[in-house]
């Protein structure tokens, strides 16, 4: 009976830490408008499939899917469409990483590749 409870408790610990971890999805005005009225982590990111640095981030980004240690949500922008949003945010290249604790820009990142400068930049909304 004790293992049975402690796998049960071992199965909702992960199930909690899978709620918290990066959860990344496509940009749309809604999904930040929402996360930033909730008062959540909230990062953008300005990627464009040509760009092999934003390809090099993506690949980090995606490793830290399910990993509770990096929370928030990672709204992957299209840099080569979303060109009115660029210019209100003020993007001028894409690998930006853009990152807000609800309205507030926390912090901005742009061509860096290296895990713990993304982990940190992606941090700065704790």
Not at 49 to 69: H, I, L, N, S, Y
Request: with cysteine.
């Amino acid at each position: 009976m004790k293992i049975a409870h402690i796998l049960i408790g071992l199965a909702l610990s992960a199930t909690t830490s899978l709620g918290l971890a990066l959860d990344i999805q496509p940009y749309s005005a809604e999904a930040l408008s929402t996360r930033q009225k909730a008062g959540e982590s909230v990062a953008l990111h300005f990627h464009a499939d040509w760009c092999p640095t934003c390809r090099a981030q993506e690949k980090v980004f995606k490793g830290w899917q399910g990993d509770a240690a990096v929370a928030g949500t990672l709204l992957v922008v299209n840099y080569d469409k979303e060109r009115e949003l660029k210019r209100q945010l003020g993007v001028r290249t894409q690998s930006t990483l853009i990152v807000y604790k609800g309205s507030k820009e926390t912090g901005r990142l742009a061509g860096d590749t290296d895990p713990i400068a993304l982990r940190s930049v992606l941090g700065s909304a704790k």
